[in-house]
């Protein structure tokens, strides 16, 4: 998955166990350039202490 600073370190683990997971909307928040529509394990989408946002 190469350097994701903000991914989810379960995320492989996710996918493989059918678990919901969280994909890119291209809103550059993470300033890391995922591509929108890919599942990333989002950080900032993903994380329980932020509400979700629309960018």
Do not use: I
Not at 8 to 15: A, H, I, R, S, V
């Amino acid at each position: 998955w190469g350097r994701l600073t903000y991914a989810d370190p379960l995320f492989p683990k996710k996918l493989q166990a059918g678990e919901a997971v969280d994909w890119c909307v291209g809103c550059m928040a993470c300033g890391r350039g995922f591509s929108e529509g890919k599942a990333t394990g989002c950080f900032v989408h993903a994380s329980p202490w932020l509400e979700p946002d629309d960018h």
